[in-house]
């Protein structure tokens, strides 16, 4: 029998804010969309008790679970659901402590309870992803989005070129990059191709310094992949 302790992701990130900064972006969901929740329908209840609800439209999946402990400034804990087979049921438990670090954060996540080394290796990947995107956000005003369609890298970035490109383009690669101005920012966008005959867009917007732009450039971008993907079809 493994021991089921074993299964456990535990990863850890050095963010260059305040403690109390960090704690309101997690208490706002951020570190769900940065783990590819979509804003627009994230359903937050941030007390002990509360219950939460995002969506993956990307996947195609929900999650949902509960908030076991808040401390302000210092922990969260909240049940997950590892599998997404209906009906959803929160079996694991993700922890995450900050400790400040002058002007600084030490961020630790831990989460465990998984029952299989292939379930708990899914979710490191996406833990460490997502906790990397929230960092640069909150440090750098950096969004970063990757979204998988099934269509040719040849299609998918015809359409893009249409449908996001906006201002000067700095750099054009057919099918493999866009870099473009938006007023005082930049987007790159970054093409690849997928095993299954899919693609895939990594898009990369720059210099969003302020909370608003962060918002309402993401809920824009979500709107038109989740739209493009009614198009172009989502990878399986």
């Given at each position: ?5 074993s ?8 963010i ?8 309101r972006?997690?208490?706002e ?5 940065n783990?590819?929740?979509d ?6 209840d941030f007390?002990?008790?509360?219950k939460?609800r995002?969506?993956?439209?990307q996947?195609?999946i929900?999650?949902l ?5 808040i401390v302000?400034?210092?922990k ?5 659901c ?8 929160p ?6 402590d900050l400790?400040p ?10 989460h465990?309870g998984?029952?299989?080394?292939s379930?708990r290796?899914s979710?490191?990947?996406g833990?460490?992803s ?6 640069n956000?909150?440090?750098e005003?950096k ?13 998918l970035?015809?359409?893009c070129?249409?449908?996001m490109?906006?201002g ?6 057919p ?7 938006w007023?005082?920012?930049q987007v790159?966008?970054?093409?690849d191709?997928e095993?299954?005959?899919?693609s895939?867009?990594e898009l990369i917007h720059d210099?969003?310094n302020?909370k608003?732009?962060?918002k309402s ?5 979500q709107?038109?992949?989740e739209?493009?993907a ?7």
């Amino acid at each position: 029998m493994h021991d089921q302790n074993s299964h456990e992701v535990r990863t850890e990130k050095l963010i260059k804010k305040p403690v109390g900064e960090v704690f309101r972006a997690l208490s706002e969901g951020l570190l769900f969309m940065n783990c590819g929740a979509d804003s627009e329908s994230i359903k937050l209840d941030f007390r002990v008790g509360g219950k939460y609800r995002i969506d993956f439209k990307q996947y195609e999946i929900s999650n949902l679970g509960e908030f076991l402990e808040i401390v302000p400034d210092k922990k969260i804990v909240f049940s997950w659901c590892s599998s997404f087979d209906q009906p959803l049921t929160p079996d694991t438990k993700v922890t995450i402590d900050l400790f400040p670090d002058g002007n600084k954060t030490r961020l630790l996540l831990v989460h465990t309870g998984f029952k299989s080394e292939s379930v708990r290796a899914s979710h490191q990947g996406g833990w460490e992803s997502g906790l990397t995107d929230f960092t640069n956000e909150l440090q750098e005003g950096k969004l970063r989005m990757v979204r998988v369609f099934g269509a040719p890298v040849t299609k998918l970035y015809e359409t893009c070129k249409d449908r996001m490109v906006k201002g000067e383009i700095l750099e054009n690669v057919p099918n493999k990059k866009i870099v473009f101005n938006w007023d005082s920012t930049q987007v790159t966008l970054c093409f690849d191709e997928e095993d299954d005959g899919g693609s895939s867009v990594e898009l990369i917007h720059d210099h969003l310094n302020t909370k608003t732009l962060l918002k309402s450039h993401r809920a824009g971008w979500q709107k038109i992949t989740e739209a493009m993907a009614e198009t172009l079809g989502r990878s399986s």
